[in-house]
């Protein structure tokens, strides 16, 4: 189905795209030109990526459309050249901008260049497969929690617990968690599941075993109770080797990043921006 150009926002995003690529306004040595605006070239290259960003690799462009785009870039360049002439691209600003998505363009052009799969073996894959389910699948837990509002709250029903009160009781009195009137009863679960203070405190727990202190988290206060843990069986390799690989891929790349900031040259101008010292 021949893709539908609006011409309108189609300039808009046009204007965008030139402005902020430089590059568009260079002869490229081994690339057609399609057309040049006051000396200045459009390369066949060029306006196939114009092309892709807008149709999204969704349906067929016509000679019709292809000669209409051209003209919407044909437009926005004879903008951008009147821009420049008039010296809006050194208004600090606009300056800032032109150099913030270069500096952009490039960056997600190196990492997508650092992310080939290629880069990750197959014997490192597999590796990482055996360190991550050597011990079988992931832990799972059933667990119960009391809700509420206020840490004091919870305290008192902690003391109540040491006691010698019932868990479930004190849920379905206290709880404000939509599982009370059930005893505070979450089935089972994957910690992974959990936000990060709630889950912290069901591993630290051994079955049987309830909230010493009151946990936070974003909902309120929890005590927490563990009535059972269980292994699940691990993944088979190839169920998991695509997302092994991409972990790999962007340990690869985060090194890469340190490498480079550990061997820069960077200098705080700033008296705020040098971060502090351990």
């Known amino acids: 189905?021949?893709?539908?150009?609006?011409?309108?926002?189609?300039?808009?995003?046009?204007?965008?795209?030139?402005?902020?690529?430089?590059?568009?306004?260079?002869?490229?040595?081994?690339?057609?030109?399609?057309?040049?605006?006051?000396?200045?070239?459009?390369?066949?290259?060029?306006?196939?990526?114009?092309?892709?960003?807008?149709?999204q690799g969704r349906g067929e462009v016509t000679a019709a459309q292809r000669q209409q785009f051209l003209d919407?870039?044909?437009?926005?360049?004879?903008?951008?050249?009147?821009?420049?002439?008039?010296?809006?691209?050194?208004?600090?600003?606009?300056?800032?901008?032109?150099?913030?998505?270069?500096?952009?363009?490039?960056?997600?052009?190196?990492?997508?260049?650092?992310?080939?799969?290629?880069?990750?073996?197959?014997e490192a894959v597999r590796e990482l497969y055996d360190e991550r389910f050597a011990g079988g699948g992931d832990r799972e837990y059933r667990a119960r929690h009391i809700l509420v509002p206020e840490r004091e709250t919870a305290v008192g029903i902690i003391d109540e617990l040491d006691a010698g009160g019932d868990f479930a009781e004190l849920a379905a009195?206290?709880?404000?968690?939509s599982n009370a009137d059930n005893g505070g009863d979450l089935g089972w679960f994957a910690a992974a599941d959990m936000v990060?203070?709630?889950?912290?405190?069901?591993?630290?727990?051994?079955?049987?075993?309830?909230?010493?202190?009151?946990?936070?988290?974003?909902?309120?206060?929890?005590?927490?109770?563990?009535d059972d843990t269980r292994a699940t069986d691990p993944p088979a390799f190839d169920e998991v080797e695509d997302q092994l690989r991409m972990e790999l891929v962007r340990r690869s790349v985060q090194q890469y990043v340190q490498e480079l900031r550990a061997e820069a040259e960077i200098e705080y101008e700033a008296d705020w921006a040098e971060?502090?010292?351990d």
């Open 72 to 122: 919407e870039v044909i437009t926005v360049t004879l903008l951008a050249q009147d821009a420049e002439a008039r010296d809006l691209h050194r208004e600090p600003d606009i300056a800032a901008q032109l150099e913030n998505t270069r500096r952009a363009i490039l960056a997600q052009a190196l990492v997508r260049s650092l992310s080939g799969e290629d880069r990750v073996s197959d």
């Open 196 to 226: 990060g203070p709630f889950a912290a405190e069901v591993e630290a727990l051994e079955p049987g075993e309830y909230s010493d202190e009151p946990v936070e988290t974003r909902f309120g206060w929890h005590v927490v109770q563990v």
């Open 173 to 177: 009195e206290h709880s404000e968690d």
């Open 1 to 55: 189905m021949p893709i539908r150009f609006r011409t309108g926002l189609v300039a808009a995003a046009l204007a965008a795209g030139l402005l902020a690529a430089p590059a568009l306004a260079q002869d490229d040595a081994s690339g057609e030109v399609v057309a040049r605006v006051n000396g200045e070239p459009i390369s066949a290259d060029a306006l196939a990526q114009l092309l892709a960003q807008q149709t």
């Open 275 to 277: 971060p502090a010292q």
